[in-house]
């Protein structure tokens, strides 16, 4: 073990949030640790906050509050910044500042990093810095040092992440209790797992920016959140998961970042699909996030673990201080951001998976002939179709196998133009199935 | 990203078999993509085997083998030695030999690290070179990594892990079709899950190397298989399955690295253990490995994917190559081993758990008023006690709160010998449930 030399490093904290508070009570609680594990003792250099006078979380030495980020961040003292206040600006401004100033960074923000990734890693590899950012993705969970260097020797096929806990919550609630998405929602809040304004959880635009990072390392190219298709989950009825669940399905919110058969494209999107019951994604309930990838030689693995939370989110960043710490004292840096194979990303048309169908259709002898040929059409093999209900409440419900989203699309404009169909009830993708 | 020098780094192969021809393969199926990760190409040096001529998965340049293991780990061109052989010897021979010539080392060797680690971890620090070895522990599961450097911000209690594919299908199969354990050994075998002489598994001596390292790693301190406290699965009958299965309880053979309630010591165990059906770790099906870890911040986390195979094993290795790889261009090191917490391992009757309890009792009066007295005895709280059968087959099952497994030790030893109690069918261990 490497003795503690006397000097500290001195750490720089943006914001004292949720996530912020945590990270000072582990900083102190764990001192002697951390001492131990980095070779160095952790001192706080101090904390920009937007007030000075609010009721915080946790209590901070008046002495250590500070309204001048930018002079925190620039100050000769400070070793590493530790950027907890999330969006894209003072964050970027910020973060630029302190990697010009040789600081090393500690991030959690997301948005900004699928936004304008590009930025905040050509600056960390100009000034010769660490940027990590673990938890920027599914919290506490190990994701983002297990897929950029214990995968490093592997070929990544695909990942399929549950990396939103509030619309797990809320799809597990509508799945074990028969909710509709409404009260699901309302019983979130109330929980305090969704905010007041829910837009960017159900409405996928945390997923989405968490997508777009997890597909850039996965597949060594620039992704950014605008190349990631994104559909919510509010238009889920609680007949589509009674649907999904009669079939052996469940229905989750999930960001797939899957390489092109051909290997030189990928895409990246986030929605609800249908997966078995069976699938290790299935199980995770409540508002857990879990990640599963299958790779060339690893072959299928998965990741859980709590996805958000100050105390899991603050767990993720001090593993991230400890490992910025250790690169510091040892005058190296860890791996820097992995581009070279410059894969592009392509459309939605392009995606190929199977297809779940739910149809209103007259009560009519032919119907089915005639449903299945818009399909035929398209090139669109069904492999399964059953009939619910009778009479005027008659549902055809079909499964597809294998398509491209282009062709479905076509198909469910084609099958929207026949009289017998009264109604295309729903369309959703069945994701974590073996190509069939 | 770093441009590609043209010096390549040359591996030494220690070992030509399941692991070690996949690892050829992948060196060269991914050749270009790995160079570009590292930031230099890599290059086969040799590979030690034992036998020349014999057949193998691969075809390798007759050039690049030798029988002089020693010569090649020590020549003068070789950085990096990967060493896939097993077992102690020669492999600590030529580890010591390899990092007394200052080469780096990537091991899967979970026998040496458990057994003398602190000879290699030593070699490792007064050569100043790296020793990795995420292939030791659960084949491509990152979990090394994550371990020791995600989790180190954080603080440990306790680790269960499924760490030995071949266990964990003998009893999935158990659980899913009631066969006996010699049936499901048999099925194994058939498959190749399981050697032929299968004592390294069904034991439980693999999956005590595996505690002993992971324990290790946990809680910052040095530990050896003699350590672990180890119990195997040929005890299990087919009754003890369908009975945890009755009352909503899987059973798996779990590595068990638990803290203390003080902090100040830690328990490491191998066992069969009943864990409920909703637990993480009772979805884990067949020859998979999952390690779930409960750390003071990040919560609960699980880690999956294939514990063993060539591929998944190589993958790992691979992985470990493109660390030392660049940290060797960039001439420094990864984290070294972390002791410094040098807690104390206690013995197996301090752990406390809860414990699963069947008696084959006399149809008597009373009986169990004399039974529950042995218990009361010994402190053991009764949780749950249900009779099962009638008249000559009558069965008490209990269920206890939390006990020591002395105290629980002692109760079994007073319950023998009552006249009314005719045997003690089974004593299990009783996981994955919170403190009650």
């Known amino acids: 073990m490497k003795q503690t030399s006397g000097k500290p490093l001195k750490v720089a904290l943006l914001g004292c949030g949720v996530v912020g508070s945590q990270v000072i009570r582990l900083m102190r609680e764990q001192s002697a640790d951390l001492a131990a594990r980095i070779g160095a003792p952790l001192e706080l250099a101090g904390v920009a906050v937007r007030r000075l006078g609010r009721a915080r979380d946790i209590d901070v030495d ?45 991030s959690a923000n997301k948005a900004l990093l699928a936004e304008d990734g590009a930025t905040i890693h050509a600056a960390a590899r100009e000034n010769a810095v660490d940027l990590y950012f673990e938890a920027a993705v599914a919290g506490a969970i190990p994701l983002i040092r297990p897929l950029r260097e214990s995968l490093a020797g592997d070929h990544v096929h695909r990942v399929l992440g549950i990396v939103n806990g509030t619309t797990n919550y809320i799809l597990d609630k509508m799945d074990s209790s028969g909710a509709s998405f409404s009260d699901a929602l309302e019983e979130a809040q109330a929980l305090g797992y969704a905010e007041a304004d829910p837009t960017a959880d159900v409405e996928g635009f945390d997923a ?17 959140a605008a190349d990631v298709h994104r559909e919510g989950i509010t238009e889920i009825t609680a007949a589509d998961v009674a649907s999904a669940k009669a079939m052996g399905y469940v229905i989750k919110l999930l960001a797939i ?51 958000a939370g100050g105390a899991p989110t603050a767990s993720a960043v001090l593993g991230d201080i400890v490992a910025v710490g250790r690169n510091r004292l040892a005058g190296t840096r860890g791996p820097e951001e992995s581009t070279y194979a410059d894969l592009t990303v392509h459309p939605m048309g392009e995606t190929v998976t199977r297809y779940h169908v739910s149809l209103d259709v007259a009560d009519k002898p032919g119907v089915l002939a005639r449903v299945a040929d818009m399909f035929a059409k398209q090139d669109v093999s069904i492999q399964t179709v059953r009939q619910e209900g009778l009479g005027a409440d008659a549902q055809l419900v079909l499964v597809t196998h294998r398509a491209s989203d282009a062709a479905l699309s076509a198909t469910i404009e084609s099958l929207r133009e026949l009289d017998i169909v009264r109604d295309v009830v729903s369309v959703m993708r069945v994701e974590g199935e073996d190509a069939s």
Chains 1, 2 share one sequence.
Do not use: W
């Open 62 to 106: 008046p002495a250590l509050l500070t309204t001048d980020a930018e002079a925190l961040v620039t100050r000769d003292d400070v070793d590493i910044v530790v950027e907890v206040i999330g969006g894209i600006e003072p964050a970027r401004s910020l973060l630029l500042a302190a990697m010009n100033s040789g600081k090393s960074i500690v």
């Open 208 to 224: 989405a920016a968490k997508a777009a990072i997890l597909a850039g390392i996965a597949f060594h190219s620039r992704v950014t």
């Open 257 to 307: 970042c899957a390489r092109a058969e051909d290997g030189r494209s990928f895409g990246v999107r986030v929605h609800p699909a249908m997966i078995p019951r069976t699938h290790p994604l299935a199980g995770v309930r409540e508002a857990y996030n879990a990640v599963f990838v299958e790779a060339g030689s690893a072959g299928q693995l998965m990741f859980y673990g709590a996805g």
